[in-house]
């Protein structure tokens, strides 16, 4: 009897003590996946820190910076217009010459120096930030692993790595500095493709979040509801887009993508009736409605001078589109890059409670590619001119990659139609 009382206590004693050990264990788990969670945001902040800094350098350096002079009292200056603009090489502290294959970056005399290697060197600082922590947070799996930590904490670390990205670009060479240029393009293009996959991927949890039983009359019913308010939306913005920006008749450009954009909505209404696919009507209508938002913001682009652009031709101080423009540009980036569930080829994967709760390397990769991005946004995709003030993505270059975006992203849609409507 006495036996079985010692034996009692000590299976208490020792489940007592692994409740002891497993606790704290568990409590670690719970703040470690908070403080993942939470740093998200401060890598957002940094992000959009960078962009205001990538503007003020394209839109007011020139103010600080004297153009295309040295000033022997300031040194300091002279040194960062040799820095920044264009690798100038003055002369007797006076004018400044420059090389022949700078012209095709900075335009005659350097003019345009500045804004578009001042933006690119940014972005490139940015870039290299956020693909140095994508190549050290990668392989990351688990809360206890070191790459956690990394990832969430150290930020003095950070900080001064940061500061060393974001200056190590203004002592490189702009021929160098050019080639990134064209670098950035492929990397935007492929963040755009990103962010296409992942609006797709929400395009259709929403359909079956309005739709959760395909198969009852109530949620029927609802779907059918909710897709032809968004289609006549979407009718009604083609409508509106004929009368907002096809003043005449000779606005042959306009209307071939306002009509492009009719025939494209009615090719993914016919698919999404199909009898293979006809649940993802719901899912077609919200596409078409970014479809045409898509072309509002194609014809948006357009460059004041042309005759059919919706932009006056003086240039405005302040803007509030400008800002929303920014805005949207980080909140893109951030909801593209925590979105590492629509990239991944199985999706029944089962989450223990010590996993990451979101795949780091693939946030920083998106990042780095949004400093790509953003640098094209800033220089309307163009390398060898300026940009106007208070400006955001104008041109006919972003023109026509918006509506490429939009045909990509209507062709994408109507191969994986059926996938979505069993998403």
Known sequence: MAEEKTDRRGSEAVYLEELSMTQPKKIDVTVERRKSLRV??????????????????????QRVIPENHCKPSLPFLCYKVTIVSCESICLGGSKCHFSGSILRTCGIGGHDCIQTTGVLRISFGCFMFFFMMFLTTMKTSKLQEIRNVWHSGWWPAKC????????????????????YGEIARIGAGIFLALQLISVIQFIAWWNNYWMPDQHAKQSCSLGLFMSTIFYVASVCGVVALYILYVPRSSCILNIFFVSWTAVLLFVMM???LHSKVNRGL????????????????????????DKCSPKKQEPRHHDWSFFIGI?????????????????QFRKDEIQEEDDIPYKYGFFH??????????????INWNLNSSTRKWSID????STWVKIINEWFAATIYSECSHTLCTY
């Open 40 to 61: 998200r945001y401060y890598y957002g902040v940094m992000f959009l820190i960078t962009n205001f800094v990538a503007w003020f350098i394209r839109d007011y350096i």
């Open 160 to 179: 001064i790595l940061l500061v060393i990205s974001m200056t190590f670009p203004f002592f490189i060479s702009s021929e160098y500095i050019h080639f």
């Open 270 to 272: 016919l698919i999404s």
């Open 282 to 305: 719901l899912s077609s209508g919200i596409m078409a409605s970014y479809i045409v938002f898509l072309c509002w913001s194609a014809i948006r682009s357009e460059p004041a001078g």
């Open 327 to 343: 805005c949207a540009v980080v909140m893109a980036t951030f909801s593209t890059g925590i979105d590492s569930e629509s990239f």
């Open 365 to 378: 990769l998106v990042f780095s590619l949004g400093a790509m991005y953003f640098a094209m946004l800033f």
């Open 394 to 397: 104008v041109g006919w270059a």
